[in-house]
């Protein structure tokens, strides 16, 4: 038997599974609309128990009430009343009890011969009456209760306030009374209420059964309760007023409550009809809907399976396009990283960079300058996979170039800044951090784009580690016109300089908390005598720990520099022009002037600068005027065995032994010697030795000056 296709038979279990869905969803919302039409007839019966609990109670406190004024008026005030005329009052108002009470509580008069002389607070029932003693309260109502001095007589009392405050009377009614007068003053209440649209109240004599009230359309139908289909002998009937009972009253099955009132069972019936019919109609209205919807969903999911496969085919080339442009931007990004890490005596630099899974934009970047000045930087391009590549291909080399051609990073961020915004179809930005090293004074020269300020490590006794936190200005390629600012750090010997993107402090672990610079400080405190590449390894292996195998986001690159020492030996080269002579002058000064005396290496040779500027002005002055020579160069070099400086001078001018000429003599008058030679004559006496040497067409003249 030829098998139907996957996608038929998938559909197929699906509409099976929508169908037995439907059925499920059709008894649940049965279930719950029958639970609601439930509460509804639960909600009608307690509010009509409740209504009519008051609404009886109130009607009887109001008569007595009235009684209780009426008395009041005609009595006028608190005062000595006789049983002969309480027993009148009683008579004339349809009562059953009358006490008159003064301010402190005792009985003035009384229909009952045993009360006048007590005291209305030495009975517990009857304290709370007086209440009617503060000048605030008129009136005061208790419920029914057993008599004192009879239980069997369950009596009702309400007590009123005499006008002028002297005291107070106090009238009851036996609920034997209200009983006998129920029919004639409650009838008309019960014909008139109201139970929903459809319900009704029934209230019959306990005796007889006989019926004061009876719906209007049922008024033919019964006098007596029994003739209702009511059946007081019903095990499931609790007439508590708080309990819900089925009876079927005139035919048809009520929701019903029962409560004993003065001698009158009193029923409140309520058709089920009055919700259940509701919620038959709802249901129905509910089912066609659901059952719309499903077959819709189900229609809907049909289309779906069949557009299955070409969607899953669609996106596997997606996927698979996806996966080629990160393998194009991750060769990218490792071609655009530079070549080996420089070598050097003064310095260590040790960079890396661990990419995500989506390649960023991240990049770092070293090259020297010139003899005596190392470029470095790292910095963040916006996005991710091959247009962040390439943008960060064109950014590097812009950053580049244009710091080789200018030497200052603020100046190099600043066209860099220009040529970008001016070629941004993409809208991408970048955050960067440039700095360049003077090898020979340790001062970095840097300016910041908007990147993570890096963490400067002193390797003096004492110092923590800090944040470099001046700013130079924005993101690069965001807003043309923009001018950015050169900022300097020293950098002593042992000192290092760590860089980082944002992939280090903002790398995820499993609860979704980052790394943060807290953590990094924390981490970078902990080095020892920290080596770049030891602290690049830490500052990696924490982050990674921290994740714990957590996905990352982002690229994690870091760069740090170490500074070991300052060069011993300084070469510059200088025209051969008066405004080479002030230059080489200026070189010497910031190499050995008051403001190197700060540091330890330098100090001790700071004494001897005067000494070697007039070693510098003669030499340099008769390089730039008699040699002919297109430039010069000079090496200082700061010798610690003997200490001292040794001056070199080099240059390309005519082949020139200023040792080997006489020496002038200065014991003739100035007007007798020979012209020339007193120049070099006073370096030779103030130098602690002069050699000469011409080799490879240059003259190379050292002097040496000891400390």
């Not at 000048?135 to 009879?150: E, K, L, T, W, Y």
């Not at 470029?375 to 950053?399: N, P, R």
Request: hydrophobic share 45%.
């Amino acid at each position: 038997m030829n098998q139907l296709p996957s996608n038929t038979r998938r559909w197929k279990t699906f509409a099976w599974s929508a169908l037995l869905f439907y059925i499920v969803l059709l008894s649940f919302n049965w279930s719950a609309l029958t639970h609601r039409a439930f509460l509804q007839t639960e909600s009608m019966l307690d509010y009509a128990i409740l209504d009519l609990d008051s609404t009886l109670n109130g009607a009887i406190d109001t008569m007595l009430m009235h009684v209780g004024e009426s008395i009041a008026d005609e009595l006028g005030h608190a005062a000595p009343l006789s049983a002969e005329r309480a027993a009148k009052l009683i008579a004339q108002r349809d009562i059953d009890e009358l006490n008159v009470f003064d301010r402190t509580g005792l009985n003035l008069g009384s229909s009952d011969a045993r009360l006048p002389g007590t005291r209305i607070s030495d009975n517990a029932k009857s304290a709370p009456f007086m209440i009617l003693t503060n000048g605030v309260r008129h009136a005061f109502s208790q419920p029914f209760r057993a008599g004192a001095h009879n239980p069997d007589v369950r009596r009702k009392y309400v007590g009123v306030a005499f006008p002028g405050g002297d005291g107070f009377l106090q009238v009851g009614i036996d609920e034997s009374h209200v009983t006998r007068m129920f029919p004639s003053i409650m009838g008309f209440i019960f014909d008139a209420w109201l139970l929903g649209e459809t319900g009704f109240f029934l209230c019959a004599d306990m005796g007889d059964g006989h019926l004061i009230s009876n719906p209007a359309r049922h008024r033919d139908e019964a006098r007596f309760l029994s003739e209702t289909g009511y059946d007081p002998d019903d095990p499931n009937i609790r007439e508590d007023g708080k309990t819900t009972f089925r009876q079927r009253l005139f035919g048809d099955v009520c929701d019903c409550r029962a409560v004993i009132f003065c001698g009158h069972r009193i029923i409140a019936a309520l058709p089920p009809a009055e919700y259940y019919t509701t919620r038959t109609v709802y249901a129905t209205v509910t089912n066609i809907i659901l059952a719309l919807v499903l077959t819709l969903f189900v229609l809907l999911f049909r289309r779906i399976e069949n557009d299955s496969d070409r969607l899953t085919a669609f996106y596997a080339a997606e996927e698979d396009a996806r996966s080629k442009e990160m393998e194009i931007a991750k060769t990218i990004q490792n071609s655009a990283l530079p070549g080996p890490l420089p070598t050097s005596a003064h310095y260590h630099l040790h960079a890396s960079m661990q990419p995500a899974k989506e390649i960023g934009g991240d990049f770092y970047d070293f090259f020297p300058i010139d003899d005596t000045h190392l470029a470095f930087l790292v910095a963040d391009v916006s996005g991710k996979g091959i247009t962040a590549a390439l943008y960060m291909m064109t950014a590097k080399t812009l950053i580049k170039d244009t710091l080789i051609a200018l030497h200052d990073p603020a100046s190099a961020l600043t066209k860099a800044n220009a040529e970008l915004c001016r070629n941004n179809p993409a809208s991408m930005f970048l955050t960067a951090w440039v700095g360049v090293l003077d090898v020979e004074t340790g001062i970095v020269t840097f300016a910041n784009a908007g990147h993570n300020p890096p963490v400067k490590l002193e390797v003096h006794e004492g110092a923590h580690p800090a944040f470099v936190t001046k700013k130079s200005g924005p993101i690069l390629a965001v807003m043309d016109g923009i001018t950015y600012k050169s900022r300097k750090i020293l950098l002593e010997p042992g000192d290092t300089l760590f860089l980082y993107t944002d992939g280090v402090t903002e790398a995820l672990d499993r609860k979704n908390e980052l790394y943060g610079e807290k953590r990094l400080m924390e981490t970078l405190s902990a080095i020892p005598n920290p080596d770049a590449e030891h602290v690049c390894m830490v500052v990696r292996a924490m982050v990674a720990a921290f994740v714990d195998g957590a996905p990352q986001a982002d690229d994690i690159t870091v760069l740090a520099l170490k500074y070991i020492s300052r060069p011993r030996v300084f070469s510059r080269a200088f025209r051969a022009s008066t405004e080479g002579l002030a230059d080489a002058a200026e070189f010497l000064d910031e190499l050995i002037g008051p403001d190197a005396a700060m540091d330890p290496a330098v100090a001790p040779f700071t004494g001897l600068l005067p000494t070697l500027q007039i070693f510098l002005d003669e030499i340099c002055s008769n390089i730039v005027r008699y040699s002919g020579a297109t430039g010069f160069v000079i090496d200082v070099e700061l010798m610690d065995e003997p200490q001292g400086v040794r001056l070199v001078f080099i240059d390309d001018g005519e082949p020139y032994d200023p040792l080997s000429h006489a020496d002038p003599d200065t014991s003739l008058p100035a007007d007798q010697r020979q012209i020339g030679g007193l120049g070099i004559l006073m370096v030779k006496k103030m130098a602690t030795s002069v050699a000469y040497a011409r080799a490879n067409s240059r003259n190379r003249l050292v002097i040496f000056k000891k400390t």
